[in-house]
């Protein structure tokens, strides 16, 4: 089961981009890497997935270096909404759930 | 409108009752799942379900149950011999459990407080 280690916590200022790091050092070679948002009382939502490289959307850009040890989650010019807990996950999907592991997340909390 | 819906939002319960925790989703999901979460911390995977009338155990299944007798529905029993049920409980599902890539869509949440 591949593990992941995020910073507990993080601040950032309006308008700025933050760039929240996971290490996943035992990786396996079928494992992708997952971000999820979460907001207070809420459910977890789905923000990007990648194996390899840089996998960009609407929202955000996933970063994964060659040996896909650790991966970043970039997000663009923060704003205040964008105050949350985010999961690192690191997993082989097509083996089942008990792979799925979330962690504590990082909470971001953007100022203004 | 496609989602999951849990109910209810809220629940109490005195100690020592089994309560039931409805998940339902009208996505044609293959694959649900129950996490739990405590304050500050991320979520641990109880049960989940891959198809019909199949299921297994995650992390922390003592104390708790689950059925699967529809496609749409996955309700958890919280038991009376989970020693610490007080928690946020969190349903989700995803179009398959096998397929790589699968992103899964979470409810709203239930908030389970046990008197």
């Known amino acids: 089961l591949a593990k992941t280690t995020q910073p507990i916590s993080m601040d950032s200022y309006e308008g700025q981009e933050v760039n929240i790091t996971c290490s996943h050092n035992?990786?396996?070679?079928?494992?992708?890497i997952t971000w999820y948002q979460q907001f207070p009382s809420q459910g977890p939502r789905f923000i990007i997935q990648?194996?390899?490289t840089k996998v960009t959307n609407e929202v955000a850009s996933l970063f994964i270096p060659a040996d896909r040890k650790s991966s970043t989650l970039s997000l663009p010019r923060v704003s205040l909404s964008d105050t949350a807990v985010y999961y690192c996950l690191v997993g082989p999907h097509q083996t089942g759930a008990n792979n799925l592991f979330f962690g504590t997340g990082t909470r971001l909390t953007v100022i203004p | 409108d496609g989602g999951i819906t849990q109910s209810p939002k809220y629940l109490f319960r005195k100690e020592g009752q089994n309560v039931t925790l409805s998940c339902e989703q009208n996505?044609?999901?293959?694959?649900m799942y129950w996490y739990r979460q405590d304050p500050g911390q991320g979520l641990r995977l109880i049960y989940y379900s891959q198809i019909v009338n199949d299921f297994q155990k995650g992390d922390i299944a003592e104390g708790y149950s689950v059925s699967r007798e529809k496609k749409e529905s996955f309700p958890l029993t919280v038991t009376s011999a989970q020693k610490n049920p007080t928690a946020f409980y969190l349903c989700a599902s995803s179009r398959t459990g096998t397929s790589i890539g699968n992103e899964q869509f979470f409810g709203p949440g239930t908030r389970l407080t046990v008197l």
């Open positions: 990648g194996y390899k």
């Open positions: 996505l044609n999901h293959d694959a």
């Open positions: 035992n990786i396996a070679t079928n494992d992708y």
